[in-house]
């Protein structure tokens, strides 16, 4: 038995971290990420990984069902009708078994081989473990001109408006506690906005310099005429949060 870092005693089966993937259409890039996270944590550290398919009308049900045979690890959970990217983080995160989450596009843009250095990082922090949301910046963007350059505007932008102080909240590479998660006021889209949520909430950022590879199976679901005007709607929506919030330091007496 060892402690965590609440105080509290482990086994040397509790599940230390929930790797949550949601995914719409996948079909190609399912294998190939799932041996990726294998390959990096298998032995590191006892972890489970979750696929939320949000109403995929490909094969990827089927590939998903093909890899859990032989990955008792992998746990899938299926949406019948799409409904978006944040509603299939929350899907996983609320069935995580896990204290501790970390998140990835189900494309295979973001690296797992990042995970343990955020994961590192996180150990290594004094912090509240509640109050800490590790992100990933993708400083050299793999995609196509008009996508970098619209997400360049978009994080400006953002970041402007909502004081987040983050360069990037678009990589879908993200560690954080559940039970912080789970407390975060919840609408569609807010998977762009977690800094500031976090940050509104009293929770601390922090942000890592990770690698960003080129999409080899399918298409990327985003584009500049299913962002642009929701994004804005959705940041003056964070915006009335934040200034309605509150974030009280709650003082201890034994």
């Not at 696929?51 to 049900?61: H, L």
């Not at 859990?68 to 509603?87: K, T």
């Not at 584009?223 to 009280?248: C, E, F």
Request: with cysteine; net charge positive; hydrophobic share 40%.
């Amino acid at each position: 038995m060892r402690p965590s870092r609440t105080g509290k005693q482990t086994g040397p089966t509790d599940v230390e971290l929930s790797v949550v993937v949601p995914v719409f259409n996948e079909e190609e890039n399912i294998a190939p990420l799932i041996r990726e996270i294998r390959a990096v944590l298998d032995g590191l550290l006892n972890y489970e990984v979750i696929y939320v398919d949000d109403g995929s009308d490909d094969e990827t049900p089927e590939h998903l069902a093909e890899m859990a045979l032989d990955f008792p690890l992998l746990r899938v959970l299926r949406h019948r009708q799409r409904c978006g990217q944040s509603s299939a983080i929350r899907t996983g995160v609320k069935a995580a078994k896990a204290p501790w989450i970390a998140t990835l596009d189900g494309d295979g843009q973001n690296d797992p081989v990042d995970i343990p250095r955020l994961w590192k990082l996180l150990r290594e922090k004094t912090c509240e473990e509640s109050n800490l949301l590790v992100v990933s910046y993708r400083r050299k963007r793999r995609d196509v001109w008009l996508k970098r350059i619209s997400s360049r505007i978009a994080n400006a932008v953002r970041s402007r408006m909502l004081k987040d102080g983050i360069p990037d909240t678009g990589s879908g590479l993200k560690l954080f506690s559940r039970e912080a998660f789970l407390e975060l006021p919840y609408f569609d889209h807010m998977h762009r906005f977690f800094p500031a949520l976090f940050l509104r909430g009293g929770g601390w950022v922090v942000s890592v310099e990770v690698r960003h590879r080129e999409r080899k199976h399918g298409r990327s679901k985003y584009g500049i005429h299913n962002r642009l005007w929701v994004g804005i709607v959705d940041m003056l929506g964070v915006m009335w949060l934040q200034r309605r919030g509150k974030a009280p330091y709650i003082e201890r007496k034994e």
